[in-house]
């Protein structure tokens, strides 16, 4: 178990507070203009997938605990598990719902992602910040309509719904920030 400062945990550490495993998802340095700095951190509950907000004093100390990744390509769903592939050993590795939480919204077959792993249990995946998923289903495009960013639903092949400016149509490939569920481009081939 390492330790790291609170003012060095930027998003993607790994900390153990109170003997629960966390992500850092977000980060904020606030120096009041009265009394002490301090480290307001927005952290991913590695067991249950939760979101929680926590402070701490500028300066802390932290427990940081040896994550190990490792590649694992997901390979299909079956019943209530979803079953990833060791791309070293081929062995299969199944994984709940809860486990994977909100990864669940991106993820496609044969995707490659990063298993976090710790003293041999699996605490759930990494996934790219960015993925490439086709829309499926949403209204009609229209073209030349770019007043005030107007934007509508649209279902992505997973199942998930975003937002996408007007324009987009069905069949099209965007590429979408994993973190914040943002539509970010749309894919030209």
Do not use: C
């Amino acid at each position: 178990m390492g330790v790291v400062m609170s003012n060095d945990a930027k998003p993607g550490t790994f900390l153990e507070v109170e003997s629960v495993l966390y992500q850092v998802v977000e980060y904020n340095h606030v120096n009041p203009g009265k009394g002490g700095a301090f480290v307001r951190l927005k952290l991913r509950n590695l067991r249950q997938g939760t979101l929680v907000e926590r402070t701490f004093n500028s300066g802390m100390k932290l427990n940081m605990p040896e994550v190990e990744e490792k590649k694992m390509q997901y390979s299909y769903q079956q019943g209530s598990e979803y079953i990833f592939m060791d791309q070293d050993t081929y062995e299969q590795h199944p994984l709940s719902k809860e486990t994977l939480g909100d990864a669940i919204k991106w993820l496609k077959e044969d995707m490659v992602v990063e298993m976090l792993m710790y003293n041999g249990e699996t605490m759930g995946i990494e996934m790219p910040p960015k993925v490439e998923l086709k829309i499926t289903q949403t209204m009609p495009g229209v073209r030349g309509n770019t007043v005030n960013n107007a934007s509508k639903d649209a279902t992505v092949e997973t199942g998930a719904v975003i937002q996408v400016p007007m324009f987009i149509e069905e069949g099209t490939v965007v590429r979408i920030d994993t973190r914040t569920g943002e539509y970010l481009e749309r894919v030209v081939s």
